[in-house]
Nanobody
């Protein structure tokens, strides 16, 4: 099932954005879900995930830890990525998928994800 990301936009360095991940046909709180991003000319990378088997434990990549927060909005059936202190290197298309694979404490792209619509985040310097 494809998850759809939304909430992207243009923001100045140091600003904040709140992304949402939705799939009306699923109850998202029943799934582990990751956020990914792909910067221009670069490979897709995982930035955060929430692990259902671990009681919704959250994981973050080194590049976003302390700045991004992932959480569930069960009332809206969405997964939220709150992004603070944004940097130009955070620019990219952000995606979410039902996956949460952790290696050495950090989320990774497992390779079996199903990609839905992403949302573009542009951080200007």
């Amino acid at each position: 099932v494809q998850l759809q990301a939304s909430g992207g936009g243009l923001v100045h360095s140091g600003g904040s954005l709140r992304l949402s991940c939705a799939a009306p046909e699923l109850t998202l709180e029943d799934y582990s879900i990751s956020w990914f991003r792909q910067a221009p000319g670069k490979e897709r990378e995982a930035v955060s995930c929430i692990s259902l088997p671990e009681g919704d434990r959250t994981y973050y990549s080194d590049s976003v830890v302390g700045r991004f927060t992932v959480s569930r909005d069960k009332s809206q059936n969405t997964l939220v990525l709150q992004m603070n202190s944004l940097k130009p290197e955070d620019t990219g298309v952000y995606y979410c998928a039902t996956s949460c694979v952790i290696v050495r404490g950090r989320p990774i792209v497992a390779g079996h994800e199903t990609w839905g619509r992403g949302t573009l985040v542009t951080v200007s310097s």
